[in-house]
């Protein structure tokens, strides 16, 4: 079975630019997390996503959006990009939301 | 707001020792669960073992194994017989029991296993 996929796997763009990150779960999950890690830190808790409605949002600006589709994936969107949303962003996925996650490998965003 | 804490940014062990990495949480609630993910260097986020708070039996996994004191809200990760392939950042997270799974991790132990 195909595991968490996540694209694209490394991006560039400059600031004030907008990003899309896509995620498509494991088949047969239906919650969706997204997770910022920033160089040398922990991963930090975005949103969370369960039948297509948002379960969860973490402390990030409102710059950050997110949906889930009815096949269950999912976009995350970043508007107005400043040189400090440079991270690794991660996709977990699970059955439902207080089910076991698991991780993409990451999209490597870095902005110039 | 719960938070956890890793206060060992390193560690290294032989190949075939045991070492520990450390963890620390905070936390005002009861029913909460307690994970350890590993890191390789290629990224992906795997998860090694997990353990629930109302459970006072310590979670093992093969070579890995915790030791959950919940009083002193410790949550510590010992790998036996390591091996090269241990080599990773380990982080401990703590998410709260309910409908809403969201974890919080710790900053990472960079544990590199020498031959």
């Known amino acids: 079975d195909a595991g968490v996929t996540q694209s694209p796997t490394h991006l560039i763009k400059t600031r004030g630019q907008h990003v899309t990150l896509r995620c498509s779960p494991i088949?047969?999950?239906?919650?969706v997390s997204w997770y910022q890690q920033v160089l040398g830190q922990g991963p930090q808790f975005i949103f969370q996503?369960?039948?297509?409605?948002?379960?969860g949002r973490g402390n990030f600006p409102d710059r950050f959006s997110a949906r889930q589709f009815p096949n269950y994936s999912s976009e995350l969107n970043v508007n107005a990009l400043l040189l400090g949303d440079s991270a690794l962003y991660l996709c977990?996925?699970?059955?439902?939301?207080?089910?076991?996650?698991?991780f993409g490998p990451g999209t490597r965003l870095t902005v110039l | 707001a719960q938070t956890v804490t890793q206060s060992q940014p390193e560690m290294s062990v032989q190949e075939a020792e045991t070492v520990t990495l450390s963890c620390t949480y905070d936390?005002?609630?009861?029913?909460?669960?307690l994970f350890w993910y590993k890191q390789p260097p290629s990224r992906q986020m795997i998860l090694v073992i997990r353990?629930?708070?109302?459970?006072?039996q310590n979670a093992t996994e093969n070579r890995f194994s915790v030791n959950f004191q919940k009083a002193a809200k410790s949550f510590s990760l010992k790998i036996s017989d390591s091996q090269l392939g241990d080599t990773a950042m380990y982080f401990c997270?703590?998410?709260?029991?309910?409908?809403?799974?969201?974890?919080?991790f710790g900053k990472g132990t960079l544990l590199t296993v020498n031959p």
């Open positions: 977990a996925s699970s059955l439902v939301p207080d089910s076991k996650q698991f």
């Open positions: 088949s047969g999950h239906k919650s």
């Open positions: 996503y369960y039948e297509k409605e948002e379960r």
């Open positions: 936390t005002s609630e009861n029913n909460y669960y």
């Open positions: 353990q629930e708070a109302y459970k006072q």
């Open positions: 997270a703590f998410t709260l029991g309910g409908s809403n799974y969201k974890l919080t």
